[in-house]
């Protein structure tokens, strides 16, 4: 199902019970590059540790008990761990470039799903997500970078700039207790979901703010009130 580019009006009367669905699909050849990027520097980090090592002489003598080499020796294995890290992370962006199933991010009934692959499959549902433009948030809870983007007017902001995205746990309702038990992926502790998003698309964030923004008009228009009990 294709959602509509153009800004929904807002309508309760004809309002849609669960999230419309969007499907952007991740970038396999950005995922190669960062793959390339990667595994190159981890493997001639690794060859060149080697060679280093090996050109050492261990044999003492009575004149040399070859304290130099040791501790050429050991200033390499910080070198071989951070190849070995990059070899393994580069591994699964080559991984995740020729994965055979769906590599996307989608949105539906099933809230905000994450398809990433070997990173693993997410699942954040609806009722966990809170979305809301920087203008609506108070700038004691905002990052210093994000200083500018709130001086941008709300129309520019909305047209431009993805709306922050960020998970809360249910607390105390039994409901999504009994979807979670059902879903195949537990969502791990997230930030701002909307950078995770930026991170694995290969899209311009105006594309994905066109791409999200029934998703994004729907959970404005349906997120709770907040509380004014307390």
């Excluded at 991740?26 to 080697?50: D, F, K, N, W």
């Excluded at 090592?53 to 071989?80: H, K, Q, W």
């Excluded at 694995?200 to 703010?209: G, I, M």
């Excluded at 959970?219 to 009130?225: A, I, L, Q, V």
Aim: aromatic letters at 6%; proline letters at 10%; glycine letters at 6%.
């Amino acid at each position: 199902m294709q959602p509509n580019p153009g800004q929904p009006e807002p309508n309760t009367a004809g309002q849609a019970e669960s999230p419309p669905e969007t499907c952007i699909l991740l970038s396999r050849t950005q995922a190669m590059e960062r793959a390339l990027i990667r595994l190159a520097p981890g493997v001639l980090g690794i060859i060149g540790a080697y060679l280093v090592v090996r050109g050492l002489n261990f044999r003492t003598s009575a004149v040399d008990n070859r304290i130099i080499e040791y501790c050429v020796a050991l200033l390499m294995i910080p070198i071989v761990l951070s190849g070995v890290a990059l070899v393994v992370v580069g591994i699964k962006w080559a991984i995740f470039s020729l994965w055979p199933g769906r590599l996307a991010v989608t949105t539906g009934p099933q809230g905000l799903l994450f398809e990433l692959g070997p990173f693993g499959r997410e699942i954040y549902p609806p009722e966990e997500l809170n979305v809301q433009y920087l203008f609506e948030i108070s700038m004691d809870a905002a990052n210093d970078d994000d200083l500018y983007e709130s001086l941008l007017p709300e129309e520019e902001q909305m047209a431009t700039k993805l709306p922050r995205i960020s998970h809360h746990a249910p607390t105390d309702h039994p409901g999504p207790s009994e979807a979670r038990a059902a879903s195949p992926a537990q969502p791990p502790a997230a930030g701002h979901l909307e950078r995770r998003i930026l991170y694995f698309s290969a899209n311009s964030e105006r594309e994905l703010v066109v791409a999200l923004q029934p998703f994004v008009a729907y959970m404005r228009r349906n997120r709770d009130e907040p509380s004014t009990e307390e």
